[in-house]
C-alpha cells in the first residue's frame, strides 16, 4: 500500500515547478542562441576530436590531443629545434665570404665602419662539397641531410622582438607558437606525454595564446646533474594513490561537465583541467623519457657526454632527451642552444659556443638516422637574426660583430629535406640577402609544407576572424624539399 501523503505545498510552488507557457516562447535571440549556436558547437566538435556518438565520460568525451590527419601525405612526423638564441653571425658559421677576408681591417663601399673578415676557415665536406666553418668538424660530417639556407632575413633586429618572431610569427602581438600550431594541427602519438615540450627559452616561445591551453609548451628546466624525481615536480603525489587520483580527477571532469552545461566552457578552466589530466598521464612514462641513464655509453658518447664537464656535455644530454621525446610520441622539442650575441671577442666566443654545439647536434643526426627517425623527424637550427660583417664598434680590442636582419642563415635536415643543398645567397660580403631571399614567414611555411600543411588553410577562428602562424604572408621554399 502506498502510504505517501499528497504534496501539500502552496500552489504558487508547485507553479515555479511546473511547465509553463512562458518557457515555450523564446525570443529571436534566444532562438538563435539555442539553435545557431548549436550547430556552431557540431561544427567544433569535429575540429577538436570531439565524438558526439561515444558514451560520455572523461575519458572519451573530448580528445584534442589525438593524432590528426594533415593536408597531405607527409614524411615529418615530428620537429626538433634547436634555437640559437642570440643571433649566430651567418659569415661564421655557414656562409663563407672570401670578399670580406680580402676587405678585412678597410672600409667597405655602403657600410659604415671597418670589415671584418672571419677569423675561421671554411673546408668543403661531404659529398655535396659545402664549406663548412672550421667551428663546425662534426656537424660538418652531415651536410649532405641538410638544407642550408643562405638568404633568411628578418624585419627588426632586435633580440626580444626577432626572437618572438622567430617563434611565433608575430612581431608584437601575442600569438600561438609554432610547437602550439604544429600540435593544433597533427595532436600527438602520445596521450600521456605532453604534444610539446621545450627544455628551456623564455615562456613566449612556447605560447598557447589563444589556441586551447591544451597545445601549451611543457617547460622542462632539465639538465643531467638533476635527480631523475627533480626533472618533472609536481606531476607524482606522494599522498594519494593513481587510483583515487584517477577517481578524483573523474570527479572534476563531471562537475565541469556540470558547469559547462548549465553555463558555458571556461576556457581557462578547461586548461587547467587539461593540466591536471596530463600531469597524472605523465606519472607512467615521463620521468622514464629523462632518464638517459639507460642509454649504452657507446649512445652518450655520440652526443659529447662522456667528455669532462662543460657546456657541451649539458647540451648534448638535452639533444638525447630530444631523442627520446621524440621516439615516444611527442610532436614538437625546442631546445634552447643559446650563447650567440657575440659583440666582442667573436673570434673565442664563437668558437666556444659553436664547440658546445657541433658535437650535440652531430650526434643527434647520427643517432635519429641510425634509428630509422631521421626521415620522419625534422631537426632545425638557426637564431632570430644575423650580424654585421663590421666590426661592432669598429672593432677596439678584440671585435665582435653587431645585429643584422638583413641576412641570416638556417639548416634544416631529415625530414623529407632535399640534403647536401644550399639555397638562396647574400650579397658578396654577406651583408644582405641578394638571391632567393627568405623570409621568416617563407621559413615558417616551409616548416609546415614538411609536415603536410598548407600554411594558408591551418588557421584557428579568434575574435571574428581567422588566423594562421604566417599571418597573411609566405611562401614555400620548394627548392629545400626532396
Not at 24 to 30: K, L, V
Not at 105 to 111: A, R, S, V, Y
Not at 322 to 333: H, M
Not at 436 to 441: I, L
Request: proline residues 5%; neutral net charge.
Amino acid at each position: 500500500m502506498n502510504n505517501e501523503q499528497p504534496c501539500s505545498c502552496p500552489n504558487k510552488y508547485r507553479r515555479e515547478h511546473s511547465l509553463s507557457l512562458e518557457n515555450m516562447i523564446f525570443t529571436r535571440r534566444q532562438f538563435l542562441e539555442r539553435t545557431g549556436m548549436g550547430m556552431g558547437a557540431l561544427s567544433l566538435a569535429s575540429i577538436l576530436g570531439l565524438d558526439l556518438t561515444a558514451e560520455a565520460g572523461p575519458a572519451t568525451a573530448l580528445k584534442p590531443l589525438a593524432p590528426h590527419a594533415p593536408h597531405w601525405p607527409a614524411k615529418a612526423q615530428a620537429v626538433i629545434h634547436i634555437f640559437a638564441e642570440g643571433g649566430p653571425s651567418q659569415v661564421d658559421t655557414w656562409d663563407p665570404k672570401e670578399e670580406l677576408t680580402k676587405f678585412d681591417g678597410k672600409t667597405i663601399p655602403g657600410h659604415q665602419g671597418v670589415a671584418f673578415g672571419s677569423p675561421f676557415k671554411f673546408t668543403p665536406m661531404g659529398k655535396s662539397g659545402i664549406p663548412v666553418s672550421s667551428v663546425f668538424p662534426k656537424l660538418g660530417e652531415h651536410v649532405d641531410e641538410m638544407a642550408i639556407i643562405r638568404s633568411m632575413w628578418t624585419d627588426i633586429p632586435a633580440h626580444d622582438v626577432a626572437q618572438r618572431f622567430m617563434n611565433t610569427g608575430s612581431l608584437q602581438l601575442p600569438k600561438p607558437s609554432m610547437g602550439s600550431w604544429v600540435v593544433y594541427g597533427l595532436g600527438t602519438e602520445n596521450q600521456n606525454m605532453p604534444g610539446f615540450v621545450t627544455l628551456g627559452g623564455k615562456p613566449e616561445w612556447r605560447q598557447a595564446s589563444f589556441l586551447p591551453g591544451v597545445f601549451q609548451g611543457c617547460n622542462v628546466n632539465y639538465s643531467p646533474k638533476m635527480k631523475l624525481d627533480e626533472v618533472l615536480l609536481n606531476i607524482s603525489n606522494q599522498f594519494t594513490s593513481q587510483d583515487r587520483q584517477r577517481r578524483q580527477l573523474d570527479l572534476v571532469h563531471q562537475l565541469n561537465d556540470m558547469h559547462a552545461a548549465a553555463l558555458q566552457k571556461d576556457a581557462q578552466l578547461e586548461a587547467r583541467i587539461e593540466a591536471f589530466e596530463m600531469a597524472f598521464k605523465m606519472q607512467t612514462e615521463a620521468t622514464e623519457a629523462f632518464d638517459i641513464s639507460k642509454e649504452p655509453t657507446s649512445t652518450r658518447a655520440m652526443y659529447g657526454m662522456n667528455e669532462a664537464g662543460g657546456r657541451g656535455s649539458d647540451l648534448g644530454a638535452k639533444m638525447l632527451v630530444a631523442r627520446r621525446l621524440v621516439e615516444r610520441g611527442v610532436r614538437f622539442v625546442q631546445v634552447n642552444a643559446g650563447g650567440w650575441d657575440h659583440h666582442g671577442q667573436l673570434d673565442v666566443a664563437l668558437a666556444r659556443q659553436a664547440g658546445a654545439v657541433d658535437g650535440p647536434a652531430a650526434g643527434l643526426l647520427a643517432d635519429l638516422k641510425q634509428r630509422g627517425l631521421l626521415d620522419s623527424t625534422l631537426v632545425i637550427w638557426g637564431g632570430e637574426f644575423g650580424r654585421t660583417v663590421v666590426r661592432d664598434r669598429n672593432g677596439n680590442g678584440s671585435p665582435g660583430r653587431d645585429h643584422n636582419g638583413r641576412a641570416m642563415v638556417a639548416w634544416m635536415a631529415g625530414g623529407g629535406v632535399k640534403g647536401g643543398t644550399i639555397y638562396g645567397s647574400t650579397d658578396e660580403f654577406g651583408a644582405r640577402a641578394a638571391e632567393n631571399k627568405v623570409h621568416v614567414h617563407d621559413f615558417h611555411a616551409t616548416i609546415l609544407a614538411l609536415l603536410g600543411f598548407d600554411h594558408k588553410k591551418l588557421t584557428y577562428r579568434y575574435n571574428g576572424r581567422e588566423f594562421r602562424f604566417t599571418d597573411n604572408f609566405g611562401n614555400v621554399v620548394k627548392d629545400v624539399i626532396a
